[in-house]
């Protein structure tokens, strides 16, 4: 199974919308198949893997990440190939959580071949919390990642943030973006530095979908951002798209953008892991209105000092017992700055 994570960790920046998913078919103590997922519309890592195996996948055992299929997609069934080929057990790390695919491992069992699962699932779930999130909560992973001096100041006090962390950190940040689905900014990030928002330093045949909130639309034509491909904007009133951006208008009651409902709009779209760079004062509507699942923060050894901008714009807290509290996955250093992963506790 630790192979199968492996080979599903191949796909890490090209199967969205679909998990990544590996498999390794094994005869004694020898592999004789084994295969991961591309990309959508591209063999499942089931089918790779039987392929490989030829005659060798009879009376064989199957390890596979994320329970076989059991519905007609994009490309048939791998429960269906598995029952076909007369493999002898299939071992899942987790069951599928998708309704529409769910339930190959009881086809398996009913074809009378043996079914397990929840070999290594912790580990399973965090190569696929995006997909997990997407298809169970009905909205992204939201990964918020920061960079900062080490008294907390993510930018100066007109907005410029480019360049806190050094070049490690910044290649690491890279890594992070190119995996994920979608990178999310806001306005006041595109009028202050100008960004691309795209995958860069590492290689990746594959560019995430940009979003940017800009509730006004306010964003100035010759913006970076809007060359390349179609850009998504969330406006918070109806006005004409700017080029190559398409325009989609979900307004809350104070005439901002209601996040909540955007991450929606985004999971419909297939978004599996939002990537955020974003400035104090989105950082902080996202993470007020509980759109935030984890925290990816680059601390710099160096001071800004308090005029600078923040990492978060929070209401004041009356007690420190009331600060929002967070719970440490873990800490690295990447050249001179530090690397902090964190979820709310
Ligand atoms: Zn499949």
Excluded at 208 to 217: C, E, G, K, Q
Excluded at 297 to 311: C, E, I, K, R
């Amino acid at each position: 199974m630790r192979r199968a994570l492996a080979l599903a960790e191949k796909g890490l920046f090209t199967t969205t919308p679909n998990p990544r998913v590996g498999c390794v078919i094994t005869s004694g103590e020898s592999v004789v198949g084994e295969g991961w997922h591309e990309k959508a519309g591209g063999p499942h890592a089931e089918a790779v893997a039987l392929k490989a195996a030829g005659d060798s996948a009879r009376g064989a055992s199957v390890y596979v990440n994320l329970e076989p299929c059991s519905h007609y997609g994009r490309t048939p069934p791998c429960a269906g190939a598995l029952i076909n080929a007369k493999v002898a057990r299939v071992v899942a790390a987790l069951r599928d959580p998708n309704p529409q695919a769910a339930r190959g491992g009881d086809a398996l069992a009913a074809a009378g071949i043996g079914f397990e699962h929840g070999l290594l699932e912790a580990q399973a779930r965090e190569l696929n919390l995006g997909f997990l999130s997407r298809v169970q909560r009905g909205r992204p992973w939201v990964r918020l990642k920061i960079a900062a001096t080490l008294d907390g100041r993510s930018a100066l006090a007109n907005g410029a943030s480019q360049w806190i962390t050094g070049p490690e950190a910044r290649r690491d940040g890279h890594r992070w973006r190119a995996r994920a689905c979608a990178l999310l900014t806001g306005i006041g990030t595109v009028a202050a530095d100008d960004p691309r928002l795209t995958v860069r330093e590492v290689d990746t045949p594959r560019q995430p979908l940009r979003v940017i909130v800009d509730s006004r639309l306010e964003i100035p034509h010759a913006a970076q951002v809007l060359q390349g491909p179609k850009v998504l904007i969330f406006a918070a009133r109806a006005a004409p798209a700017p080029q190559n951006a398409e325009v989609v208008v979900l307004p809350n009651a104070h005439g901002k953008v209601e996040l909540p409902r955007m991450l929606e709009e985004l999971a419909r779209r297939g978004v599996n892991e939002l990537h955020v760079e974003a400035g104090f004062r989105l950082n902080g509507s996202l993470v007020r209105e509980g759109c935030v699942d984890e925290f990816l923060v680059y601390l710099n050894p160096s001071f800004l000092g308090d005029g600078a901008q923040g990492m978060l714009e929070l209401p004041p807290v009356g007690a420190l017992e009331e600060r929002l509290k967070l719970k440490l996955l873990s800490l690295d250093r990447l050249g001179d700055d530090l690397r902090i992963l964190a979820r709310p506790a």
